[in-house]
């Protein structure tokens, strides 16, 4: 399991972390199934019981539509250790190419986020060009 037990049993922070995914996959005002199945897919390997995942992506879109800044949840990330972090970055840019492109409001979120999540450019970049060629 990704998350310690105590993690996995705060609905509240998953739910964020899942709002943080489907803002990701919003942004181009284009959300497909394939992205959906990659958000579920996380929730998955987070730790999130299958029975639960449908139920959390649900909150989560009701969160991400009420809210209007990402602070609100990349507040629940950023004190996360490193590879947990890198974890959730790695899915964002996995639904970033899902359709083999990044246009430049997903591109400029993610630099947003690397600031907001504490993760140095470099880092970065190689999680995008490891995404990249695997999608």
């Not at 979120?109 to 450019?121: K, P, Q, S, T, V």
Request: aromatic content about 6%; charged content about 35%.
């Amino acid at each position: 399991m990704f998350f310690k037990k105590e993690e996995v049993k705060n609905n509240k922070f998953l739910t964020k972390v899942c709002a943080l995914l489907i803002h990701a996959a919003k942004i181009d005002e284009n959300y497909t199934d394939k992205e959906e199945e990659i958000i579920k897919k996380t929730l998955s390997e987070l730790g999130v019981e299958d029975q639960n995942i449908s139920k959390t992506v649900k909150e989560a879109k009701i969160i991400e539509e009420s809210s209007n800044q990402i602070l609100d949840f990349t507040r629940e990330v950023k004190g996360l250790p490193e590879k947990n972090k890198i974890k959730i970055v790695e899915a964002l840019w996995s639904i970033i190419y899902s359709n083999k492109d990044a246009d430049m409001y997903e591109t400029n979120l993610m630099r947003r986020l690397a600031g907001l999540l504490y993760i140095d450019n470099k880092t970065m970049g190689d999680i995008k060009e490891k995404i990249k060629q695997n999608s």
